[in-house]
């Protein structure tokens, strides 16, 4: 999905979940790996025109009330260099938007309105 440039990222986190194992008689305790944990990707611009195709999907999720499948998609993320290349890019799989949020602004001051879109994923990979 192409959408504008995003001024802020968070959320590109990986865990590895454990499970601890208590070994009898030698009083060890054993770290199992149980599960690959994502921490959810939050997305950060200026708000967008209505036509944004992310604000559609979002938009198609939300206004539905959650009565229709919810479409996923691939998001691509990439880091650009000054020349605008990108040296960095991680793919997220199966996402969905779970939160919309607008920063609080304020009519005598001169800031850019900000919107925010949180979304979950099955699977994160770095490919650059």
Avoid at 21 to 41: A, M, Q, R, T, V
Avoid at 59 to 87: M, W
Wanted: with cysteine; proline share 3%.
């Amino acid at each position: 999905m192409n959408d504008m440039a995003f001024q802020e990222v968070s959320g590109i986190e990986t865990q590895v979940e454990t499970e601890e194992y208590y070994e009898g008689g030698n009083n060890l305790i054993f770290h199992l790996p149980k599960s690959i944990k994502y921490s959810n990707l939050v997305l950060k611009r200026a708000i967008a025109n209505y036509d944004s195709p992310i604000i559609k999907w979002c938009n198609s999720i939300i206004d539905n009330q959650l009565s229709t499948l919810i479409n996923t998609k691939s998001i691509i993320v990439s880091l650009h260099d000054s020349e605008g290349e990108p040296c960095r890019a991680w793919i997220f799989d199966n996402a969905y938007p779970v939160k919309m949020k607008i920063d609080s602004f304020t009519s005598t001051k001169n800031e850019v309105a900000v919107e925010e879109i949180e979304f979950c994923y099955s699977r994160s990979m770095r490919v650059i």
